[in-house]
């Protein structure tokens, strides 16, 4: 049998998400490869998808985008990835109902994990890498950014924002990351002593981000939060800056006058993974891929596994997901 987590309609993932039972896949057809997961990721945007999920679905929604595997088939006469091969690791992203036991992926989904990475990387090897890359190349777009530019990041202790860090340091990139606690603070600074981090528990933390900006001009934002955080981070912005949203923690909208953007000639970005993948050239999404397998590679310290359950522990496993102070990754080992 196939165990896999589905929903019929939104609401709270721990509440609506269930495992279903079903026939194992047949063998794949052309264009498709069959793989037998080992772990998958609960990330934040996968539950957030379930949760806004509008209405009641006539049929049980897959859960999940991306899992790690072994491959068990290729379809006949499927060109795949280099090193893909039966009896080969993998890892799928983006496979809409990647939370399952079997995987029937599209073979172009499908990208070989590295021997030196363990299965506990290879299953957050392409989601938040992939964001990263999408994330820096949008900060270099303004022409401030990697010369005299600051780039500042919210949720800097989540598993996007130590990656952004890692990245920034090894490019020399100027950084000040912003987080929710002293506690989150003290984390990151043991991970990363030499990037200032600012924690907003401070009423005044704003001053202090400008302090350790050391007279640079904050020209980049980078912020998965939203709300009255958002706010905060336009205001610190140099004129000419760009603030970049790329999630909605928040349940508040951004409290935003339009002479904010005005007087400052401010840019505000949305940017999410799924538009990306939807809108990149193959070359594009190849090349975006290796950066990932290498920021993976280089950066293997900073994957953390914040916690493992097995698939009949699913409840326990979103809750975790999205606990306060959650540092690193939950997954799921099916």
Request: net charge negative; hydrophobic share 40%; aromatic share 4%.
């Amino acid at each position: 049998m196939n165990r896999r987590v589905v929903h019929t309609r939104g609401g709270s993932p721990a509440e609506v998400l269930t495992v279903v039972e079903e026939p194992e896949p047949t063998a794949p057809e052309p264009g498709q490869v069959l793989i037998r997961t080992t772990a998958f990721p609960v990330h934040p945007g996968d539950l957030q998808a379930v949760e806004a999920y509008p209405g009641k679905a006539a049929q049980p929604v897959p859960a999940g985008v991306e899992a790690t595997g072994v491959v068990e088939a290729i379809g006949p006469g499927t060109p795949v990835a280099p090193g893909v091969e039966v009896g080969g690791r993998v890892t799928v992203f983006p496979h809409p109902g990647a939370w399952s036991q079997w995987i029937v992926a599209d073979a172009e989904a499908v990208v070989a994990v590295p021997d030196e990475l363990p299965d506990e990387i290879a299953a957050q090897l392409l989601a938040n890498p992939l964001t990263t890359v999408m994330l820096r190349r949008a900060a270099q777009e303004h022409p401030a950014f990697g010369y005299d530019g600051v780039l500042v990041q919210t949720a800097a202790g989540s598993s996007v924002g130590r990656l952004v860090t890692g990245v920034s340091q090894f490019h020399h990139f100027g950084l000040v990351n912003v987080v929710r606690s002293d506690r989150g603070a003290a984390e990151l600074r043991r991970r990363f002593p030499d990037v200032p981090v600012v924690s907003t528990e401070h009423p005044g933390w704003t001053d202090e981000v400008r302090e350790a900006a050391g007279g640079r001009p904050v020209s980049v934002a980078l912020d998965p939060i939203g709300g009255k955080l958002a706010e905060s981070l336009l205001d610190l912005l140099t004129p000419g800056g760009k603030l970049i949203s790329y999630g909605l923690i928040a349940e508040e909208p951004i409290p935003l006058h339009a002479s904010t953007l005005l007087n400052k000639s401010l840019t505000l970005q949305g940017k999410n993974i799924g538009r990306w993948l939807s809108e990149a050239s193959a070359e594009r999404r190849a090349s975006d891929v290796a950066t990932a397998q290498q920021i993976a590679l280089g950066l293997k310290d900073q994957f953390v596994v914040a916690a493992e359950y097995g698939l009949g522990e699913l409840t326990d496993a979103v809750e975790h997901a999205v606990r306060p102070g959650k540092v690193g990754t939950v997954l799921v080992r099916p």
